[in-house]
C-alpha cells in the first residue's frame, strides 16, 4: 500500500488526499495517476520553498551576528583611542540571536538533504 499524501483539487484547489477517488469539496472525479503526479509536484513545491526559508534564516542569523560583532569591535575601539578610557558595548543580544537563527538555519538546510 503507497503513502496516502495530499495535493490540490485540479478544479477547486483545495487539499485532498491521493487516495480520494473525487473531490471532497467540489466532487470532481480525481484519477489515481494524477492524484499521484500531482503529490509528486506538491512535495516538490515543499521541499524548494523550505530550503529557501532556512536559506533565509542562514543569511539572516549570519547578518544580525555581523552587525553585533561590528557593533561591539566599532565600540571597543572608539573606547580604546578615548583618552578617559570610556565605555564600549558588547553586543550580546544581537550576536546570540544571530547565533541561533542561522543555526536554525543550517540544520534544517541539512536536514532537507535527506
Keep these: ?6 495535493f490540490q483539487c485540479p478544479n477547486c484547489h483545495e487539499y485532498i488526499a491521493t487516495d ?7 466532487s470532481t ?14 512535495a516538490r513545491e515543499n521541499k524548494s520553498f523550505r530550503r529557501r526559508h532556512y536559506a533565509r534564516h542562514i543569511l ?5 551576528f555581523a552587525a553585533g560583532a561590528v557593533l561591539t569591535i566599532l565600540t571597543y575601539m ?6 578617559s578610557g570610556g565605555h564600549f ?3 550580546w543580544g544581537l550576536m546570540l ?5 542561522f543555526l536554525y538555519g543550517v540544520l534544517g538546510w541539512l536536514g532537507e538533504l535527506k
Excluded: E, N, W, Y
Design 78 to 83: 572608539a573606547a580604546a583611542v578615548s583618552p
Design 97 to 101: 540571536s544571530g547565533a541561533g537563527d
Design 60 to 64: 539572516i542569523g549570519a547578518g544580525l
Design 20 to 26: 480520494a477517488k473525487s473531490c471532497r469539496f467540489c
Design 29 to 42: 472525479p480525481i484519477d489515481a495517476q494524477t492524484a499521484q503526479q500531482a503529490a509528486d509536484a506538491q
Design 1 to 6: 500500500m503507497s503513502q496516502v499524501r495530499v
Design 89 to 91: 558595548l558588547i553586543m
